[in-house]
């Protein structure tokens, strides 16, 4: 059975960094493109960044500079590492993973983990 785990959520003060990880298992990895996305409270989940499975990366425009993605197949594993992080970023950040590779809409995605909460204060 897939699954996606997600950690490394919690509460963090505007200007500060965190960063989150999502292991994987019950799939092959290395084939997957690989994304997150954020939840914030009474809004719609949005995409946050992508990484390939040939280690192409994309952003949304908001975490341009700030957000760096990363994964290491031989754990199984992608990152997010967040940087200057402001009240706007606080959320519920999702992994998910795509065979078809990078998109930004949910439809697209195979698997999904459960979520991790990142909350920043001002």
């Known amino acids: 059975e897939a699954q996606l785990v997600e950690s490394g959520g919690g509460l963090v003060q505007a200007g500060g960094s965190l960063r989150l990880s999502c292991i994987a298992s019950?799939?092959?990895?290395?084939?997957?493109?690989m994304s997150w996305f954020r939840q914030a409270p009474g809004k719609e989940r949005v995409w946050v960044s992508c990484?390939?499975?040939?280690?192409?990366?994309y952003y949304a425009d908001p975490m341009k500079g700030r957000f760096t993605i990363s994964r290491d197949n031989a754990k199984n594993t992608v990152y997010l590492q967040m940087n200057s992080l402001k009240p706007e970023d606080t959320a519920v950040y999702y992994c998910?993973?795509?065979?078809?590779?990078?998109?930004?809409?949910?439809?697209?995605?195979?698997?999904w983990g459960q979520g991790t909460q990142v909350t920043v204060s001002s």
């Open positions: 990484m390939t499975s040939a280690v192409f990366t």
């Open positions: 019950g799939f092959t990895f290395d084939d997957y493109a």
């Open positions: 998910a993973a795509s065979l078809a590779g990078c998109n930004n809409e949910e439809y697209a995605y195979d698997y």
